[in-house]
């Protein structure tokens, strides 16, 4: 078994290495062939490890620094001064080939730059995407992206998202993944010159399979594998989703925490019920990939607990094994042939 | 008691006027006030009419027309050839003071055009918006335009929007309005340039209380009154959010329709937990406003049944006795003044 490296960055998101370190423990016993990187403040890390009965050993190493980036710092200012950072430090042992994978749960924009910067771009790709996967009600996996790599994005972007998308997807699929285009409605005339650009061109590209355009309210129900916006709506759409999902489980929560006879009767009744709500609430997969760059980066959300980094952990395992990069990589390659660019 | 002339277009949306009549025979019943006049095929609309054993008199008259404008029929199309359609014609007998309000189910684009072509803008607005309330977990409501009378928008409009939705929920609350704009963070540095533009417009307005940015996960936690965003980003985040509560809605109905010992408890405990989480579900005040013009015009979901029709109808009803273009245009009027425009 191939051993894989992934460089977390222990001090991202909202709660630093009180998340991330036990995360890194629990996900070197979880996964056999791991080995982590923890970068950060070797002292908060170090105090974190021993509460845990844990020391550095041959599968996981510390690699101090001082600095970390704030949620509030700007992109261009984590590109100038961050590159001493626990995040760009993390992206930094991808670029240099000692680790396979970085995982941070920092500033979002901040991470996207410095990984442009040290890991630059697949040829053919002007902007890198946030994807991640939504459930649906079947039971499967819908794609999406950009879900807030990018403020605004043109046609070619958005096309260039589509291909990543589709090449990302057609990894866990046995056929080709169907590619829609998140719009205000499923007819031709509707939507904005973007989103109707952007239709131009994939359905003159015969080697992604454009079925149209999907609205917001049909994003659950598995008619598409990949759905293509651009970085502000998806991003809005996906926390949208997330929300409304979190209200009806604390909804229902609330019916179950009820001291009454009434309320025990809800807690045997309702828990499997609530497991399955829980399924369906697209807050329930961490680890979003930040496609298009010669390296894997994942995005864990700021907010996520130790159960959700080990799974932001094992979304970069996947992406490490099954090449992503490369996938994506030949993947543009044929279509730009086609698109004879 | 004055009474209330409703103009509805009996054609518009899924299901024409097997809805739209029996809508118009209930909200009558409801609503001692109100009078109806009911645009479209008029064998069709007596044969629903005699259906429910119901026929024209002093309240509810018919006025035959013979076109209809189909959902996939572009707006600039609708505007040439649409005024003699039945929601043309509904648009025009608001024009023309022979009704109060009109409410179609029709082409949003279609409504949009002919109403602004028909009805004119109020001074001071380059572009109608549509507005809608949702609910919040507290009980209270949050309105939110544009919800998709618009594809693209500049700060300007968004501004617009800002005052017109602060202006119409003024006309509810007793205090004022809390505005927040819809962006992909709360911190200052995010979002696009669209939203950031708006966002130091407002700040500098002291007539609208700006209260700064929103996030889609906080859009039913009561944290502002108002919510504006771009026609896209809105009709995309509503229709997502109304997606992702019937799914929970769906999913706990099958729990409970289940033919198990265990389904039949949930039947007979908690019948009033589906009721509960639908008032969460953001469809379920049909009736959004196309906001900004001088007259009012009210857009009911192409899907709506017989009730959300008739509530439709109710929020028309509302808008006329609270008088909601001339408070928006008074209000229009104060910022403009204190803009220096």
Redesign the interface.
Known sequence: MQNITVALDAMGGDFGPRVTVPAAVQALSHFPELKVILIGDRTSITTQLSSLGYQVDARLSIKHCDRVIS??E?PSLALRNGQNSSMGRAIDLVSVGQADACVSAGNT?ALMALSRFRLKLLPGIERPALISALPT?SGNRTWMLDL?AN??SDADSLFQFAVMGSALAEQYLDRPPRVAI???GA???????LVKRCAEMLSNTESVNFIGYI???????DYADVVV?D???G??????????????????KT?MMASSI?GW??RK??SG?IN??KT?NPDQYNGASLLGLRGIVIKSHGSADVEAVVNAIGEALHEVKRQVPSRISDRLEAVLLERHY
Request: proline letters at 0%.
């Open positions: 949620n509030s700007k924009g009600v807030g403020v605004s998140l719009n205000i007819e031709e005339i509707k939507g904005n010159d609205e917001g309210n049909q994003l659950f129900h916006c970085g502000f709506v991003n809005i759409c996906l926390k949208t989703s997330e929300g409304t999902a979190q209200l009806f489980i604390d909804k229902l019916y009434k009767i809800a009744l309702f019920l399955e709500l369906l």
